[in-house]
């Protein structure tokens, strides 16, 4: 998976969310190592999950998760909500996604460190155990193939939500 796209996810939180699910709040970085300018959006990203169940997803985004193999091995794909998109919560609200689509060119980085921008949430359904088992950020072409993904195992810092 050499796409010359570098995806790393310098801060994230784990929180409850509606309908029995999770709601993952993250912060990705993104450097750009081909020789082309990209544009990045909500559409590119995906929550890469072992184990869980699509059906049960109810998230607010602008394409519906999916399945992928990686190594033979099949995993759910779970976009991020649509940009501003939050709902009621317990009576409080849940967080939303902030992100505007960016060109980032040849060499460079983007990530957005002000707080409640360049962020994406992502509603994952919570399996039986109440668990769930994130395997990392995935970035996806137009075809919704992974082309790069964070592990899980290699994000930075867990923070307080309302610090990002």
């Not at 990045?40 to 999916?66: C, H, K, M, Y």
């Not at 649509?82 to 060119?105: K, N, Y």
């Not at 409640?116 to 970035?139: C, E, F, N, Q, T």
């Amino acid at each position: 998976m050499d796409s010359g796209i570098g995806l790393t996810v310098p801060i994230y939180c784990l929180c409850s969310g509606p309908r029995g699910q999770a709601q993952i709040k993250l912060k990705p970085a993104v450097v750009n190592n081909s020789n082309a300018t990209i544009t990045i959006n909500t559409v590119d990203f995906r929550l890469l999950v072992d184990q869980s169940n699509i059906a049960e997803w109810s998230g607010q985004a602008d394409t519906p998760p999916s399945m992928t193999t990686i190594s033979g091995k099949s995993y759910a794909l779970f976009p991020p909500n649509r940009d501003s998109f939050a709902e009621r919560l317990d009576g409080s609200w849940t967080f939303a996604t902030h992100w505007t689509p960016q060109s980032v060119t040849p060499g460079a980085q983007y990530v957005n460190w002000d707080t409640k921008r360049g962020d994406l949430v992502v509603y994952v359904p919570i399996r039986p155990d109440g668990s769930i088992s994130i395997v990392g950020l995935a970035m996806v072409d137009a075809d919704n193939k992974v082309v790069a993904v964070s592990a899980f195992a290699d994000w930075k810092s867990k923070e307080d939500p309302n610090a990002f």
